[in-house]
């Protein structure tokens, strides 16, 4: 992969978009960004024939192009500083049933908050 950037002499939308959408639909490209006049290409083109294309809309001029550069990984803090993690905690609440010696009004099977014992 590889990053092109380009220089662009665009002085409306309208051909910025056009640009964009001409870079867009050339094979291998990943990504395009325009900032400040500056057209960025990333993917797996040629560049000539990205300034091919573009100099049939505006003017173009190369900046540069390279490889793509990978983001920095970051090092941990101190890598000896052991994890603590919190107990999970399990609470079990098991409904009280009812005595069998008093007169139940026949709820076995339904919720035992909701029987009334008489």
Known sequence: MQVVVLKLDVHCERTKKKAMSTVCCLSGVNSVDVKDGKLTVTGEVDA???VKKLKKICHTEFISVGPVKE???KKPDDPKKPETKTPDVIYNCVPPYPPYYHHFNGCY????????IS
């Not at 099977?109 to 009334?116: K, L």
């Open 48 to 50: 000539y024939m990205i």
């Open 71 to 73: 983001p920095e990984k």
């Open 109 to 116: 099977n339904e919720d035992p908050y909701a029987c009334v």
